[in-house]
């Protein structure tokens, strides 16, 4: 067996045409889930009745249970309510009619939402509790306070934590070809099996990966350096 860097190299621009997809499953997932997140560390950190139970619950299930039972569990599960709805109502729309990617973008969003409500609560709790109160003493309402100072702040102190979540979600986004989706994987996959070099096909699948790995931190980078120009004031 001899590697081949050429079949390497046609394989990666072959690749090329499916990284759209990773990307737009990766990015989709992270700001639901961000704002999934949010919503729940809220209403942890405020102690809604019956809320937080849920919440805790939901958590600690995602948490507790793979990434890949998850997206299986919507896959079959949301087919099967659609399919029961759609034949008691008599409704023209089945599981059919959900797009692929559809599952996973419903599946990984709920994943995120789960551990970045941790990441989120814990951003929210950093933030000193005296901004809120001198927020009070200056007319704003808690709505105003949130978006206004504590987000803010909090946003900054998460933002290593959320790149890293985001580099998670990038590598889990590789599960989408068990519900049929391509993704950079499933094409390596494909080219592969047309002459069974799939060492060259998975290396030029890991090459991809990692410059899209460091492109998300050179971007985290660029926005961490320009919160703390803010921060101390150097810009007016």
């Known amino acids: 067996m001899r590697l081949d860097p050429s079949f390497i190299w046609t394989a990666l621009k072959e690749l090329l045409s499916v990284i759209p997809t990773t990307l737009y499953i990766t990015s989709i997932s992270m700001v639901c889930g961000l704002?999934?997140?949010?919503?729940?560390?809220?209403?942890?950190?405020?102690?809604?009745?019956?809320?937080?139970?849920?919440?805790?619950?939901?958590?600690?299930?995602?948490?507790?249970?793979?990434?890949?039972?998850?997206?299986?569990?919507?896959?079959?599960?949301?087919?099967?309510?659609?399919?029961?709805?759609?034949?008691?109502?008599?409704w023209s729309f089945n599981s059919v009619s959900i797009p692929m990617i559809g599952f996973a973008y419903i599946s990984f969003s709920i994943t995120a939402g789960a551990y970045l409500s941790e990441v989120v609560?814990?951003?929210?709790?950093?933030?000193?509790?005296?901004?809120?109160?001198?927020?009070?003493?200056?007319?704003?309402?808690?709505?105003?306070?949130?978006?206004?100072?504590?987000?803010?702040q909090a946003f900054a102190i998460i933002l290593p934590n959320l790149s890293n979540s985001t580099i998670s979600m990038l590598h889990g986004s590789t599960l989408v070809f068990t519900v049929s989706v391509v993704d950079i994987t499933a094409k390596s996959q494909i080219i592969a099996s047309?002459?069974?070099?799939?060492?060259?096909?998975?290396?030029?699948?890991?090459?991809?990966?990692?410059?899209?790995?460091i492109l998300i931190e050179r971007v985290t980078a660029v926005i961490e350096k320009r919160i703390n120009i803010y921060n101390r004031g150097g810009v007016t």
Not at 139 to 148: D, I, L, S, V, Y
Not at 194 to 213: C, H, M, R, V
């Open 35 to 90: 704002a999934i997140g949010t919503i729940i560390a809220l209403i942890r950190i405020y102690k809604i009745p019956v809320l937080r139970q849920i919440a805790t619950a939901y958590v600690n299930f995602i948490r507790g249970t793979p990434m890949l039972t998850h997206l299986l569990l919507i896959y079959f599960g949301l087919m099967f309510i659609v399919d029961s709805l759609s034949v008691k109502f008599g």
């Open 194 to 213: 047309s002459n069974w070099k799939f060492l060259e096909a998975y290396i030029a699948a890991a090459i991809i990966y990692w410059g899209l790995t």
């Open 121 to 152: 609560r814990a951003g929210l709790l950093a933030v000193n509790k005296g901004q809120l109160e001198a927020a009070y003493s200056i007319g704003m309402t808690t709505t105003q306070a949130m978006g206004r100072i504590v987000f803010p």
